[in-house]
């Protein structure tokens, strides 16, 4: 089945070797402070171009640098959060409840999900999760990448290319691209901070450090270790109803002094630790080596919605009082990555080689009902394995023929093998045990199928999937006048599997008017594979859904394409997305004081992947029970159901002031609008036709999703103050309103627009030593509590909000660099 057998272990080895090449000496260390300023215009970015690297203001492409300070400046706790307050175009929210979507959270660029941002670190694709994202806010199925498995202290800088590059970059790299620059040089740093949130829960902790030196050799070595805790948070109400069944028509005493604990509505508790290395060796003129290397290991506990004690999900001699689901996350992934880089005759070349693997373990403490006193109470659920290995080689050079600048020249290939596999979880979260209650209130009824209020992977669903891609670009770069770029590049792709064969092709151009205003425009084409996930995903689980006003949980699955089932529903083969980017911006930059950018930009996607509505009726139970499945749960599968047009503008603009013994002044503004509109919804497959005129494809709930789900328009107003010893730092973001769509309009629910402010303040009390306290959502907001609320007490807050159902969060932080 896999070709490569134990390949990855053997290369990992060889990797390794590589990047240990010469660790010896004694380290020396030496003062290296991260200045707090913002990326200038002139600051040269090596992302958006294969070619000749180009300063920010030069770049055909809008491109964010974010550095060090600026992260660490935004107090957020994990690297997701403090990008999604520095760029406006990325959001980066929270889901109601506590699925593994809390754990492992991804980020969406432009309105569409984390499957479309490629990653890069020190230019080199990251691997995804192994974790798929399938959520209220998320249903493409997609596993993007887990930024929190690389440590804040190990990063230099973040440059996001905020344009379409799969032309360049390949597959995923639709939306854009976030390339993250690791630290080589000399100098460190050890921070301590804490907070927790108004309410008194949601405590976080986190201690992180990072050292670098230059030996005698000339080996740049810097090294991270960062580790976190994050306490659970909880926004439900008390739940309704009662928990015991009543005795001589009487209420139980004892519902008096239960708990009424419903639904869990907020964070999960999360702790991690994560490492990073990053090696440079120069050899001789010419040549050198160098490796990195990340490592992290992530574990959450995610508390579910209460099985009562009068309900058939419990059995009440295990628990007299019921029970509340604990889900269970491990994460295991690392990376390493090693090469060379020189010149040979005028070619800059660079050619590396990387395995990574991404492990997920599931587990739960929670009961099969169906099993009576049989049921055992902690299971197994799953077990997800991803493995990649990726082989690059770039040239780079210039020709002179007689332009205002070099032709430039830029050529590479790529091999990578990808492998998925999925493990199934114990027999005893999934059979059907046939209990039934023999006496009381529930007496000849049947208990419930399967494990309470977590998700779980049968036999059926186990399997895995490999495959290989070997891509060839040529990117190439003109300047006609000194005044005039014009930039091309296209990309051929082969997949072993279905994916095939693709072509993508950029062109970009970028026109000065004067030395302070020019203009820049990109058309490119897109291609995504689908993922191994996509195609192997399925799993038993519980939706929410709105019917009639009342918010309900039920059970349901999300069944294997290439299943029986799925294709007895009308399911095919996944094909890849297709995509058009077309951009058109303006930058204005009359000082390295002041700079404006103004990008406008639409994103055509045909044939996107996302899951199917909820199909349930008589004709979908007769295909359950002939595929030995319960009749009383709802299905889906993934296919290509829809064509999308995202348009957008992004408008980003600094101004920096000095104010004389005052310090200084820096103030900056960041808008996005993003709208995405369903051109197209594919037609019932005949399949699905024949099972009844009630049955849709693509229903008002998962279009909702995609064109209301996420906030229309996003600002970001901040202003950084410094003064001698002293440092403020203010931001104020506005998002804009999301709807949660229900099956009806009149159960729509819209949560409206919200200012969120961050506050903190800094003192150094010496050059290395500061001290820094502040505020994240200073004045306490919630979203409005507009949202149906079960008898269980969740769901005021709706399903997703793109600033967190947590309220504030008050924190401080002790740094000492050296």
């Known amino acids: 089945m896999y070709r490569a057998r134990n390949l990855f272990n053997r290369r990992a080895a060889l990797i390794c070797g590589v990047g240990l090449v010469a660790l010896s000496s004694s380290p020396g260390f030496a003062d290296d402070v991260p200045a707090a300023d913002a990326a200038e215009p002139t600051t040269v970015v090596v992302t958006g171009s294969r070619g000749k690297p180009r300063t920010i203001s030069e770049s055909p492409s809008p491109i964010d640098v974010i550095d060090a300070a600026q992260l660490s400046q935004t107090g957020k706790v994990t690297l997701k959060e403090a990008l999604a307050v520095l760029l406006p ?24 999900g984390g499957g479309y941002t490629l990653v890069l670190v020190n230019g080199k694709r990251r691997h995804p999760t ?58 460190g740093s050890v921070s301590l901070g804490a907070g927790q949130t108004y309410s008194g829960d949601g405590e976080n902790v986190r201690a992180a450090a990072d050292w670098g030196t230059v030996l005698d050799n000339g080996l740049k070595l810097h090294l991270a270790l960062e580790t976190k805790y994050q306490g659970r948070t909880d926004r439900n109400d008390p739940a309704t109803g009662s928990f015991y069944f009543p005795i001589n028509g009487q209420p139980d005493p004892r519902e008096a002094t239960i708990p009424k604990r419903g639904d869990y509505n907020g964070n999960p508790q999360v702790r991690a630790a994560t490492f990073a290395a990053n090696f440079e060796l120069p050899v001789r003129d010419g040549l050198e080596l160098y490796s990195f290397v990340t490592a992290g290991a992530k574990s959450g506990n995610a508390f579910q919605t209460k099985r009562r004690p009068n309900a058939n999900t419990n059995i009440p001699e295990i628990h007299p009082d019921g029970f509340i689901p604990v889900y269970r996350l491990k994460e295991r992934d690392y990376e390493v990555v ?22 997920t373990r599931s587990s739960a403490d929670t009961l099969n009902p169906s099993l009576g ?171 929410t859904q709105t019917i009639a006003g009342v918010l309900y949980q039920f059970p349901s699955k999300v069944v294997r394409v290439d299943s029986p089932l799925a294709q007895a529903l009308g399911a095919q083969p996944l094909t890849p997305e297709k995509s058009r980017n077309y951009s058109l911006g303006f930058t204005f930059t009359p000082s390295r004081r002041f700079r404006t950018t103004i990008d406008a930009y639409r994103i055509d996607i045909d044939d996107r992947i996302a899951l199917t509505s909820t199909l349930s009726g008589p004709g979908v139970n007769a295909l359950l029970a002939a595929a030995g499945l319960p009749t009383d749960i709802y299905v889906q599968y993934f296919t290509n159901a829809i064509d999308t047009k995202t348009e957008g503008l992004d408008i980003v603009s600094e101004y920096t002031t000095g104010l004389g013994r005052f310090g200084n002044l820096k103030l900056s503004g960041a808008f996005n609008w993003n709208q995405t509109e369903i051109t197209n919804i594919k037609a019932n497959p005949p399949e699905l036709a024949s099972l009844g005129a009630n049955l849709v494809l693509f229903d008002r709930v998962q279009q909702g999703t995609l064109t209301v789900g996420y906030p229309e328009t996003k600002a970001v107003l901040g202003a950084n103050w410094r003064s001698d010893r002293w440092t403020v730092d203010v931001r104020a973001t506005r998002y804009d309103d999301v709807t949660q769509v229900a099956t009806v309009a009149t159960d729509d629910r819209t949560f409206g627009a919200k200012w969120i402010t961050d506050l903190s303040v800094s003192y150094a009390f010496t050059d290395k030593l500061g001290l820094t306290v502040g505020a994240d959502n200073l004045f306490d907001e919630y979203p409005d509590a507009v949202g149906i609320v079960s008898a269980n007490g969740g769901g005021k807050y709706g399903a997703f909000s793109p600033f967190g159902q947590t309220g504030g969060y008050y924190y401080t932080r002790l740094d000492y660099r050296f």
């Open 373 to 543: 006193l049989a049921s055992p109470t902690k299971f197994k659920l799953y077990d997800l394995v991803g493995h990649t290995w990726t082989t690059n080689l770039d040239v780079r050079r210039g020709y002179e023929i007689g332009l205002a600048e070099p032709l430039s020249v830029a050529a590479g290939v790529e091999y990578r093998e990808e492998l998925y596999k999925v493990k199934s979880g114990d027999a005893a979260s999934y059979v059907n045990g046939g209990y039934v209650f023999p006496s009381g209130p529930l007496a000849g009824r049947p208990a419930l199928i399967g494990v309470q209020g977590v998700n779980t992977v049968d036999a059926s669903d186990a399997g895995q999937a490999d495959r290989s891609n070997l891509a060839a670009y040529v990117d190439l770069g003109l300047s006609p006048t000194k005044a005039w770029y014009v930039g091309f590049a296209l990309r051929s792709e082969h997949y072993d599997d279905d994916a095939g064969d693709t072509v993508s092709g950029k062109l970009t151009t970028r026109y000065a008017f004067t030395n302070a205003l020019a203009v820049r425009a990109t058309v490119s084409t897109g291609f995504r594979a689908p993922s191994l996930s996509q195609q192997l995903y399925g799993q038993r689980r519980y939706s």
């Open 130 to 187: 192994t974790l798929l994202m399938n959520s209220n806010v998320d249903t493409s199925g997609a596993t993007p990448v887990d930024l929190d498995q690389i440590p804040v202290g190990a990063i230099e800088r973040i440059e996001v290319l905020r344009d379409g590059a799969a032309a360049q970059y390949g597959s995923d790299a639709i939306a854009g691209v976030i390339n993250i620059i690791l630290k080589s040089g000399k100098g």
């Open 338 to 359: 090693a090469g060379g880089r020189g010149l040979i005759g005028d070619w800059t070349w660079d050619a590396s080689t990387a395995v990574a693997q991404n492990l």
């Open 89 to 112: 175009s990325l959001n980066y929210g929270t889901v109601n409840g506590f699925a593994h979507n809390n754990v492992v959270r991804p980020v969406s660029m432009r309105g569409l």
